[in-house]
């Protein structure tokens, strides 16, 4: 019935990276290392992880009619995503202009270009692709207006999932929509907003879901995640891995859970098997060249993480959701 089991409506941005021993202060120049020029964006870089893992995906998104637009095309394309729904031109490619110091600290510019440009009626133009796709995630690097109107625009009975980065409050109709909202520690304390005294994970998770999304997954780093719905709060935990680059790790843990979920896998299932596909992606450098196949995550499921919390896998070949991921929770 659905010709896509993800498709993703966001951003795509050529990451300019220049390592420099000290970050510029303000009026000063500092020499750097060479450039390096990667494929980014929260909307590329879900495309390209749910795609490496076996999912039938496709972008929704805008770059420009320049070379790092191709560059992008090309990186979705190469790794199996449908770029029928990337729109070019009407403004240059989104940009990130990164310098990085020796101790991993970054200072990043971003400019949205042509993210910024991908409208409402983008969306309703491509109302063909969201009819056609099981699974719909967004992110906000995109304008908000659009991220409503795909909301509207969703297939009846396909799933919405949204992780709201670079967090702002949302709108209701959105909030409803999502299923799960997926949050880091620091999008979770600016959704919430004033309503969030508590450090506790757990008290974030009950204080999103009152504000109206079926399911929210809070993502924990190293600690791995917490799931939370009608049925209850629960803890999902990491994986054990000497981690390299955190770069992209929550894009990678976002696709693995919007493709399992679009499997009928339960939120816990699909929330462990998403936090391996995360931990796999930090013992990579980069974002996109970091994202693991479905083999991968398998074979790191099956490494014992030498900390009592080893999980059965679940292979790429069980998209019934019936594996047992979920069995140590
Ligand atoms: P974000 O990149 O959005 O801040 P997180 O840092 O929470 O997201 O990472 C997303 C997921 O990736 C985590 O829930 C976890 O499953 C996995 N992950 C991230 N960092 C590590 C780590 N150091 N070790 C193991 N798993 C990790």
């Given at each position: 019935?659905?010709?896509?089991?993800?498709?993703?409506?966001?951003?795509?941005?050529?990451?300019?990276?220049?390592?420099?021993?000290?970050?510029?202060?303000?009026?000063?120049?500092?020499?750097?290392?060479?450039?390096?020029?990667?494929?980014?964006?929260?909307?590329?870089?879900?495309?390209?992880?749910?795609?490496?893992?076996?999912?039938?995906?496709?972008?929704?998104?805008r770059v420009g009619d320049d070379a790092y637009g191709r560059l992008l095309l090309d990186s979705q394309r190469a790794?199996?995503?449908?770029?029928?729904?990337?729109?070019?031109?009407?403004?240059?490619?989104?940009?990130?202009?990164?310098?990085?110091?020796?101790?991993?600290?970054?200072?990043?510019?971003?400019?949205?270009?042509?993210?910024?440009?991908?409208?409402?009626?983008?969306?309703?133009?491509?109302?063909?692709?969201?009819?056609?796709?099981?699974?719909?995630?967004?992110?906000?690097?995109?304008?908000?207006?659009?991220?409503?109107?795909?909301?509207?625009?969703?297939?009846?009975?396909?799933?919405?999932?949204?992780?709201?980065?670079?967090?702002?409050?949302?709108?209701?109709?959105?909030?409803?929509?999502?299923?799960?909202?997926?949050?880091?520690?620091?999008?979770?304390?600016?959704?919430?907003?004033?309503?969030?005294?508590?450090?506790?994970?757990?008290?974030?998770?009950?204080?999103?879901?009152?504000?109206?999304?079926?399911?929210?997954?809070?993502?924990?780093?190293?600690?791995?995640?917490?799931?939370?719905?009608?049925?209850?709060?629960?803890?999902?935990?990491?994986?054990?891995?000497?981690?390299?680059?955190?770069?992209?790790?929550?894009?990678?843990?976002?696709?693995?859970?919007?493709?399992?979920?679009?499997?009928?896998?339960?939120?816990?299932?699909?929330?462990?098997?998403?936090?391996?596909?995360?931990?796999?992606?930090?013992?990579?450098?980069?974002?996109?060249?970091?994202?693991?196949?479905?083999?991968?995550?398998?074979?790191?499921?099956?490494?014992?993480?030498?900390?009592?919390?080893?999980?059965?896998?679940?292979?790429?070949?069980?998209?019934?959701?019936?594996?047992?991921?979920?069995?140590?929770?």
């Amino acid at each position: 019935m659905y010709d896509y089991d993800l498709l993703v409506v966001g951003s795509a941005n050529a990451d300019l990276v220049i390592g420099v021993e000290r970050r510029p202060a303000a009026g000063e120049t500092v020499l750097g290392s060479d450039l390096a020029v990667h494929p980014g964006g929260k909307g590329a870089n879900q495309a390209v992880a749910a795609a490496r893992l076996g999912a039938r995906t496709a972008l929704l998104a805008r770059v420009g009619d320049d070379a790092y637009g191709r560059l992008l095309l090309d990186s979705q394309r190469a790794a199996g995503v449908d770029t029928v729904g990337v729109l070019a031109g009407g403004a240059p490619t989104g940009v990130a202009l990164i310098t990085v110091d020796p101790s991993g600290d970054n200072s990043i510019v971003v400019s949205p270009g042509a993210n910024g440009r991908l409208t409402p009626a983008d969306v309703r133009a491509a109302a063909g692709l969201l009819q056609r796709s099981r699974v719909v995630s967004a992110q906000l690097e995109i304008p908000l207006e659009t991220v409503v109107e795909a909301v509207r625009s969703l297939a009846e009975g396909s799933r919405f999932v949204l992780n709201p980065s670079p967090p702002r409050p949302l709108p209701a109709e959105v909030l409803a929509a999502c299923d799960p909202l997926i949050v880091n520690e620091h999008e979770a304390k600016v959704v919430l907003g004033e309503a969030c005294a508590s450090e506790r994970p757990e008290d974030w998770a009950r204080l999103l879901l009152a504000k109206g999304p079926r399911s929210v997954v809070i993502t924990l780093g190293a600690q791995g995640a917490l799931v939370a719905s009608a049925e209850g709060v629960e803890r999902v935990p990491s994986t054990k891995v000497d981690a390299v680059d955190t770069t992209g790790a929550g894009d990678a843990f976002t696709a693995a859970l919007a493709w399992r979920l679009g499997t009928g896998t339960g939120l816990a299932e699909a929330a462990a098997y998403a936090a391996r596909v995360g931990a796999a992606a930090v013992t990579r450098e980069g974002a996109q060249e970091s994202f693991p196949t479905a083999e991968e995550v398998e074979a790191l499921c099956c490494a014992d993480p030498g900390d009592g919390t080893r999980t059965p896998g679940t292979g790429s070949d069980d998209a019934s959701g019936t594996g047992s991921a979920g069995e140590s929770l």
